[in-house]
């Protein structure tokens, strides 16, 4: 069964650590997308990679960095947490017949 | 339907009834768009897809129907099913080189038993 796995469900940081989301495909797929979930909001897009070592920013990437080192994965990373940035994380990873997402991660930043 | 804002658009839906949920989408020059269900505490889960060279497209309980003139897209569920509850998305592939899919803000549907 083909999947992207994120490692963590839940997750509770203090305002000010650094942060690290991991995501891990099997699928051999060449794009891999974070996306954070907010009520009402849908899914924005944070940063997203074509190829291993390439990245792109999407519509939310203050705050925030990527990491491509390898194909299968797509570590999203929060410099330096804060409040506002506790939400659902997506990631998700595609080729020509559409995205497959992970489960999610449930970040709380108190 | 889908819109702008910090509600979540939600339908409710007796069970064994039909559902129609709409999304309005924003680029003329898409080419691809897909529906997918989030169920709670679970990431989006494909459901149906069309190209923009179809009206409407069948699968297993579900259709979706597309009108490029008012660039609208609706998924019907017929017969809905209390396993049907969750929150539905649609996305457009804007076909403008490698841009990623554009979602909605999603519809949270509710069938009541």
């Known amino acids: 069964d083909v999947k992207v796995t994120q490692s963590s469900r839940y997750l509770v940081k203090r305002t000010g650590e650094k942060v690290f989301l991991e995501c891990v495909q099997d699928?051999?797929?060449?794009?891999m997308f974070w996306y954070r979930q907010d009520p009402g909001l849908g899914l924005r897009l944070i940063y997203f990679s074509y190829d291993v070592k390439m990245k792109e920013k999407g519509d939310i990437p203050e705050g925030y960095s990527v990491s491509r080192e390898k194909k299968e994965r797509f570590s999203l990373i929060l410099e330096s947490a804060s409040t506002n940035q506790t939400s659902m994380y997506l990631c998700?990873?595609?080729?020509?017949?559409?995205?497959?997402f992970g489960s999610g991660t449930r970040l709380t930043v108190v | 339907g889908e819109s702008v804002g910090l509600h979540l658009p939600t339908l409710s839906v007796q069970e064994g009834d039909n559902s129609i949920i709409n999304c309005a989408y924003s680029n003329s020059a898409s080419d691809y768009f897909i529906w997918y269900k989030q169920e709670s505490g679970k990431g989006p889960q494909f459901i149906i897809d069309?190209?923009?060279?179809?009206d409407k497209r069948q699968g297993q309980r579900v259709t979706v129907l597309l009108n490029k003139t008012v660039k609208h897209l609706s998924l019907q569920i017929a017969a809905t099913q209390p396993g049907d509850s969750a929150v539905y998305f649609c996305?457009?592939?804007?076909?403008?080189?490698?841009?990623?899919?554009?979602f909605g803000k999603g519809t949270r549907l509710s069938v009541i038993a």
């Open positions: 069309i190209r923009s060279n179809m």
């Open positions: 699928m051999d797929h060449e794009n």
């Open positions: 996305a457009e592939n804007p076909n403008s080189g490698n841009t990623p899919l554009v």
């Open positions: 998700a990873s595609s080729d020509a017949y559409g995205y497959t």
